[in-house]
């Protein structure tokens, strides 16, 4: 398949790799050619998609996500934005209703939500566990997940569910429930935050995790300073995300690291917080990626562009560094080579904007511009 | 026709109206009957549409756009947002686009933008001249827009086109200019503001289209402190639009007026400027409209659930405010009776969200969540 006529091609090889009046050719579902459209191979055979000098971009890597759970927590956010007390049971009220919802719910649910960030142009998306909170519910929780994406992330370490107390439920974690988690998951992700488990038990949990060949994750420094970042470099994470209260030392060990900061707006957007600073992060040499976080209580979005623009307005990127975050910044929060690029090899997972230009994605902010999506060179939206 | 099994429906009659598990029923482009669906009539002969729990809100009523131009300028967004120096020509640019076009190309440009506005929901329409600043370019401007909406603002006082000193222009607007122009409009607008036209310029040229038989509207205190506001009050327009830098006074007289305060956050988002203060305005008793400003310069969005969300995040607005002001509160910025309400008699403008509450316009920010729009009872996106 030949598209043709792009306007601007983002290619992200190298960095963004824009190309102006391009062409791109899918074989067998990975890309096959990327250029020029006046350097574009011969075509014979090849169905023709004219992009009528609109602006084709890679598919959108989501590299953080909690989208097994049932039940909505619409009142509580209503509340939290007027300032009202909200005395019902915040993550609680979702555990509740993730341990009561059947695994074909729970499927239906997660089905729902990717493909609604799938129609706004994410074609990979993590997503982990951490609303069962017992052996079995995070066990199904990763089960029902697996087969619908091979990011799946153990999360038993989301919050101490109340019937336990804090030093029992870390054995009980990086004991029976890792046991039962880790043949459903590529990652295990900890909250190390004030009020969820703290550094010792951070690195209990991910040595844990990596001893049976887990790699980790850490969800780190989002609401307050703590030592999330610090661990997550000196364990090889992937990934530390949120990132948004951090020192200099924190931000140097990043900066010399292969450890993503991966920023997600939605959050602190949909809790009235501080955004993280991108752009104190990227002058110090920082990889950053952009997610979208989506949970019923803190991030209910699952769209991209969305935060782009947010990221754009708010931390300080540009809409080129922005872009970027949202793909190749996903794919190496990931560790995936194969997605987050549009270059020869890689999976054909494009997006057709209704715009010029990739700019447009955070000048034309909540337009709906993705008008098609390309996923192993398959359109599926 | 019935839709039935409404989740949430919110018919501003009175305040939002919310009646939960409803029944609306349209017959002959207009709404028959909204309430409790136990008590709907009988529907013999009617066509049925299962809401499945969803919610169904009036259509917005998007009461401030600059939707007659050419071009787009997306290159200087991204230099503002980078904070980098840019030499182009600003609002110029768009006006030599939009006098270079013909009106085959302003029309298309215009439908394009409607008929995206309309897939998110927006079912009545304001559009104003002020990118052609000739007599020809703004007739023609209006005569364009005037077949597609009723609700055309002749916006000669844009700004001063460079050809002109300002007293000129003035006297070129409050004369020829409206002569040519007011067949084609129902509205005045001046952009009253330090670099566009004083008080005592507004003042003359909204006097003028009084006496043509137009009502005005003003463009008041959006970067400054100015007498936009007061003269708004004075002379009885519809709307005070913008409205970010008021005194208590001006707060004050919009309260024991008639006046609607529309607030437009697309533009401070895309120009990171200061957000106007909803709450203050409102717990002065000031009624309030959100709309969403369309113009190629300073807020190229025409998605009124990304205000919403914006507004309840940055303003102080109640996610019901929000919704009621992007609807009833548009219908009072336009003097409209007919919209903005799911009301008997009202015109069965109506759409149906994929949520079970208005709330997740503002929950779900970004999600496109208008999965079915109604206008004159039609089904239209």
């Given at each position: 398949?030949?598209?043709?006529?792009?306007?601007?091609?983002v290619?992200?090889?190298?960095e963004l790799?824009t190309?102006?009046?391009?062409?791109?050719?899918?074989?067998?579902?990975?890309?096959?050619?990327?250029?020029?459209?006046?350097?574009?191979?011969?075509?014979?055979?090849?169905?023709?998609?004219?992009?009528?000098?609109?602006?084709?971009?890679?598919?959108?890597?989501?590299?953080?996500?909690?989208?097994?759970?049932?039940?909505?927590?619409?009142?509580?956010?209503?509340?939290?934005?007027?300032?009202?007390?909200?005395?019902?049971?915040?993550?609680?009220?979702?555990?509740?209703?993730?341990?009561?919802?059947?695994?074909?719910?729970?499927?239906?649910?997660?089905?729902?939500?990717?493909?609604?960030?799938?129609?706004?142009?994410?074609?990979?998306?993590?997503?982990?566990?951490?609303?069962?909170?017992?052996?079995?519910?995070?066990?199904?929780?990763?089960?029902?997940?697996?087969?619908?994406?091979?990011?799946?992330?153990?999360?038993?370490?989301?919050?101490?569910?109340?019937?336990?107390?804090?030093?029992?439920?870390?054995?009980?974690?990086?004991?029976?429930?890792?046991?039962?988690?880790?043949?459903?998951?590529?990652?295990?992700?900890?909250?190390?935050?004030?009020?969820?488990?703290?550094?010792?038990?951070?690195?209990?949990?991910?040595?844990?995790?990596?001893?049976?060949?887990?790699?980790?994750?850490?969800?780190?420094?989002?609401?307050?300073?703590?030592?999330?970042?610090?661990?997550?470099?000196?364990?090889?994470?992937?990934?530390?995300?949120?990132?948004?209260?951090?020192?200099?030392?924190?931000?140097?060990?990043?900066?010399?690291?292969?450890?993503?900061?991966?920023l997600?707006?939605?959050?602190?957007?949909?809790?009235?917080?501080?955004?993280?600073d991108a752009r104190r992060l990227i002058d110090?040499?920082?990889?950053v990626?952009l997610?979208?976080?989506?949970?019923?209580?803190?991030?209910?979005?699952?769209?991209?562009?969305?935060?782009i623009a947010i990221a754009v307005r708010e931390m300080g990127m540009t809409t080129d560094e922005a872009v970027w975050a949202a793909?190749?910044g996903?794919?190496?929060?990931?560790?995936?080579?194969?997605?987050?690029?549009?270059?020869?090899?890689?999976?054909?997972?494009?997006?057709?904007?209704?715009?010029?230009s990739h700019i447009h994605l955070a000048y034309?902010?909540?337009?709906?511009?993705?008008?098609?999506?390309?996923?192993?060179?398959?359109?599926?939206?």
């Amino acid at each position: 398949m030949l598209i043709d006529n792009i306007g601007t091609l983002v290619t992200n090889d190298p960095e963004l790799g824009t190309i102006k009046d391009a062409a791109l050719v899918f074989d067998d579902g990975l890309v096959a050619w990327a250029g020029p459209r006046a350097q574009a191979p011969e075509a014979a055979g090849t169905t023709r998609l004219d992009a009528e000098g609109r602006a084709v971009i890679p598919g959108f890597v989501d590299s953080h996500g909690h989208l097994v759970f049932a039940g909505d927590r619409a009142e509580e956010f209503a509340a939290r934005m007027e300032g009202r007390p909200y005395t019902a049971g915040g993550i609680r009220t979702t555990v509740a209703a993730t341990r009561a919802a059947s695994d074909d719910q729970l499927g239906s649910n997660l089905d729902r939500l990717i493909h609604e960030a799938l129609k706004s142009g994410t074609t990979t998306v993590e997503t982990k566990s951490g609303y069962g909170l017992t052996v079995d519910d995070e066990r199904r929780s990763l089960a029902v997940a697996r087969p619908r994406t091979q990011e799946t992330t153990f999360l038993g370490a989301h919050v101490v569910p109340p019937e336990h107390d804090a030093d029992a439920y870390v054995d009980l974690v990086k004991g029976e429930m890792l046991d039962a988690c880790a043949p459903h998951a590529r990652w295990i992700d900890v909250f190390c935050e004030q009020g969820a488990f703290d550094g010792d038990q951070t690195r209990a949990i991910l040595e844990a995790g990596i001893a049976k060949g887990l790699t980790p994750r850490v969800h780190a420094n989002q609401l307050g300073h703590g030592p999330g970042v610090q661990l997550a470099v000196e364990l090889g994470a992937a990934s530390a995300d949120h990132v948004t209260h951090v020192t200099d030392d924190d931000v140097d060990a990043l900066a010399s690291s292969d450890t993503v900061a991966t920023l997600l707006p939605g959050a602190e957007f949909s809790t009235r917080a501080r955004y993280p600073d991108a752009r104190r992060l990227i002058d110090a040499g920082v990889t950053v990626a952009l997610a979208a976080d989506c949970n019923p209580g803190s991030s209910y979005t699952t769209n991209i562009p969305f935060c782009i623009a947010i990221a754009v307005r708010e931390m300080g990127m540009t809409t080129d560094e922005a872009v970027w975050a949202a793909t190749k910044g996903g794919a190496l929060a990931l560790r995936r080579e194969d997605v987050g690029l549009l270059a020869p090899g890689a999976r054909a997972d494009a997006i057709l904007l209704d715009a010029p230009s990739h700019i447009h994605l955070a000048y034309r902010p909540g337009v709906p511009l993705v008008t098609a999506v390309f996923r192993g060179g398959r359109r599926v939206a």
